[in-house]
Each structure stands twice: as structure tokens, then as C-alpha cells.
Nanobody, 124 residues
Framework: QLQAYGGGLVQAGGSLRLSCAAS????????MAWFRQPQGNEREFVAA???????RYSTSLKGRFTISRDDAKNTVYLQMNSLKPEDTAVHYC????????????????????WGQGTQVTVSS
């Protein structure tokens, strides 16, 4: 199971850090990602990481968002800086029990476990 938290309301230019804690079975090899879904729009890729290293970012978000992981806590984080109103969305974390190639980490269908989503709202 995945538990995502850390969302909330922030003013434009502010920062938030999302956390996604994995419980239950642990995997020595895995890929974890953040996706987001603005209201009325399709879900889109944000960032991903995998066991042993390697990350991938949405081209449009790279530089403002940073993904990291703490394997001892089975937790992945998404640090979001310089937030903009267009970042407003429900943010979902996702997990796969496989260590996918970095170039594939943005593929939604590779992830088989999803968290419940946490709302991020950025006011102007």
C-alpha cells in the first residue's frame, strides 16, 4: 500500500514537500513515481526514481521539482519549489516492483500500485 501526504494550500512562489510511504511487502528492486491530475485534465507524469539510482523528470517541471527516496523508510519524496497556480492538481504516487530503465519511468502503465492522491493547491 502507498500513503501519500503533504499536500495543501500554498501561495505562488512557495514550496511543498510531498511524501509517499510504502507499507507491506518491500521490494529490493522497484520504481516509484509521482503523477498529477489537474481538475478536468488527464493524469500526467511528474517525476520518478528507482532502486539503485536513476531519476526521470517531466521536462516542463525539471529544475523546480526534485524527487528523492529514503530506502530505510520506504518513502519517496517530491520537493516542489517555485510553485505556480498551474501546479494545482491531485498528486498521486505510484509503485512498481521492477526497476525499469530510466527512459521508461514516465510510463503510467508500468506502475501497479497507486496511492490515494493528495491535493496541491497553489493560489495566485
Amino acid at each position: 500500500q502507498l500513503q501519500a501526504y503533504g499536500g495543501g494550500l500554498v501561495q505562488a512562489g512557495g514550496s511543498l514537500r510531498l511524501s509517499c510511504a510504502a507499507s507491506g511487502r518491500t521490494f529490493s528492486s522497484y520504481s516509484m513515481a509521482w503523477f498529477r491530475q489537474p481538475q478536468g485534465n488527464e493524469r500526467e507524469f511528474v517525476a520518478a526514481t528507482r532502486s539503485g539510482g536513476g531519476t526521470r523528470y517531466s521536462t516542463s517541471l525539471k529544475g523546480r521539482f526534485t524527487i528523492s527516496r529514503d530506502d530505510a523508510k520506504n518513502t519517496v519524496y517530491l520537493q516542489m519549489n517555485s510553485l505556480k497556480p498551474e501546479d494545482t492538481a491531485v498528486h498521486y504516487c505510484a509503485h512498481s516492483g521492477r526497476r525499469w530503465n530510466s527512459g521508461s519511468l514516465d510510463t503510467e502503465s508500468l506502475y501497479d500500485t497507486w496511492g490515494q492522491g493528495t491535493q496541491v493547491t497553489v493560489s495566485s
